[in-house]
């Protein structure tokens, strides 16, 4: 059988280039159990993409959440992200709340659902992008998962925004109701692609949020361990999307936002 953490790092690598090139700055002997981790994340991630309705995502969520609650872990080492991620948990000793979090919140995308308000984004976020950002700190430095609170929310709703065209395509919806409704915006109009001066305005309040979050992390980054700083670098790239966003050329309803890799590679080297 192939090597369960070198599958994941091919994973990692053609399905999550940002976190993919963060990694590469890691010691080497982490770099294995980040590619376990940042797998089992595109794999609960992706659910919604490989399903056709809500109840066999489900199945497939319960599935990961009865493997790390030591339910047929036996049976479930024949997945390569399952067997790399448990021999992950037990050499680093992870929590398992914050992964079990995770998978509990991501359930959340099987549904068309709209997000309500804002706090309700946050802690969307918290419990995906920044549960994810300190468990790899963890790895890297044996400090506190919280570590990742602001950073996280920073990456994931830029992240969200990046691939606002993608969900609005498919009936879903990030961008909280509450926003929309202060610049006057109905999720209909969202999901029928009208592009309006309200619309526009809703999208710079959540660039806003991002920025502001981005600057709360970046404002204490210098106190984190030198160690753990490739569980952040992502979060580097945020100011690079938020400016591609921000371009007069920039149609929301087009395309996923993308950012040529060779800058991403250089923003994440200078900021290592």
Request: charged residues 25%; hydrophobic residues 45%.
């Amino acid at each position: 059988m192939t090597d369960p953490f070198l599958h994941c790092e091919q994973l990692v690598r053609e399905g999550d280039k940002d976190r993919f090139l963060a990694t590469l700055f890691a010691p080497a002997d982490r770099r294995g159990a980040l590619f376990a981790l940042y797998a089992f994340n595109l794999e609960i991630a992706r659910i919604r993409e490989v399903v056709h309705e809500p109840m066999p995502g489900e199945i497939r969520m319960r599935w990961w959440a009865d493997v790390l609650e030591g339910k047929g872990q036996d049976t479930a080492r024949g997945n390569p992200i399952a067997a790399a991620l448990l021999d992950t948990i037990g050499a680093y000793r992870l929590p398992l709340d914050p992964l079990l979090d995770l998978i509990e919140a991501r359930s959340f995308d099987l549904y068309d659902d709209p997000v309500m308000t804002l706090s309700e984004l946050n802690a969307y976020a918290q419990r995906t992008s920044s549960a994810l950002i300190g468990l790899a700190a963890t790895i890297l430095g044996d400090v506190a998962p919280e570590v990742g609170q602001a950073a996280g929310i920073a990456y994931a709703v830029t992240s969200l925004l990046r691939a606002f065209a993608l969900h609005s395509s498919r009936g879903q919806l990030y961008v909280p109701v509450e926003i929309l409704e202060r610049h006057s915006v109905a999720p209909a109009d969202v999901f029928a692609g009208r592009v309006s001066e309200g619309l526009k305005a809703a999208l710079a309040d959540m660039q806003d949020h991002a920025r502001r979050k981005f600057d709360e992390f970046n404002a204490n980054r210098a106190t984190l361990p030198r160690s753990v700083l490739p569980a952040f670098l992502p979060t580097q790239l945020v100011p690079l999307y938020l400016a591609r966003m921000q371009r007069r050329d920039y149609a929301p309803f087009l395309s996923v936002v993308e950012v040529p890799q060779w800058r991403r590679q250089w923003v994440m080297w200078r900021a290592s």
